[in-house]
């Protein structure tokens, strides 16, 4: 069945600094992809987006290219804020389901 | 706009006790879903809707059942509470395969 394996955490990072959260997918079909977030205490919302191959999601500083070659969908900040902080999951959607990788969390330093 | 409602927010029961989980949205959404989340697992599926009248199970369905049956409900319920259900359960909802699924706030519940 499709599945979603994501880097495991925790990550903790220094203001300014570079992230990238590794990503890779195992489906049977063209899944979309998607990076959540989610903040302390609170739901799960979408941070991005990518319907199909090389497609590129974009949204307050973070990216993720959907990569069919490598399955892969690695999202990358190029410069973390404490605001960042939050536990960040890969997921992918077929059809009516969406499958999730374990989430990773990100802490950022001032 | 709601978006996706669910309540309660926390509950404590105890094994063997039963409760139902409410989810209700105002999306008009046709994709329903539960999920269970748990430390270093994700989001597992617990079941989930393609639109009224019509309920799978997902991943983790034993234990829980659900039904459909407006557009705008999707409850779950526990039948027989066990420890191994303490977990934090999320509702969500989408309109296509393609497009963001919206998660409720949450429901953290402890079975003692």
């Known amino acids: 069945g499709d599945s979603v394996t994501q880097m495991e955490g925790p990550v903790t990072l220094s203001e300014e600094a570079f992230l990238t959260i590794n990503c890779t997918y195992t489906a049977t079909g063209y899944p979309s992809l998607f990076w959540y977030v989610q903040y302390p205490g609170e739901g799960l919302q979408l941070l991005l987006k990518a319907t199909k191959a090389d497609d590129k999601g974009s949204n307050k500083g973070f990216e993720a290219t959907y990569r069919k070659e490598t399955t892969s969908f690695h999202l990358e900040k190029g410069s973390v804020q404490v605001s960042d902080s939050a536990v960040y999951f890969c997921?992918?959607?077929?059809?009516?389901?969406?499958?999730f990788g374990a989430g990773t969390t990100v802490t950022v330093r001032a | 706009n709601a978006g996706v409602t669910q309540t309660p927010k926390f509950q404590v029961l105890k094994t063997g006790q039963s409760m139902t989980l409410q989810c209700a949205q105002d999306m008009n959404h046709e994709y329903m879903s539960w999920y269970r989340q748990d430390p270093g697992m994700g989001l597992r599926l617990i079941h989930y809707s393609v639109g009224a009248g019509i309920t799978d199970q997902g991943e983790v369905p034993n234990g829980y059942n659900v039904s459909r049956s407006t557009t705008e409900d999707f409850p779950l319920r526990l039948l027989s509470a066990a420890p191994s259900q303490t977990s934090v359960y999320f509702c969500?909802?989408?309109?296509?395969?393609?497009?963001?699924?919206?998660f409720g706030q949450g429901t953290r519940l402890t079975v003692v």
């Open positions: 969500a909802s989408r309109n296509t395969r393609d497009t963001e699924a919206f």
């Open positions: 997921a992918l959607g077929d059809d009516y389901k969406l499958s």
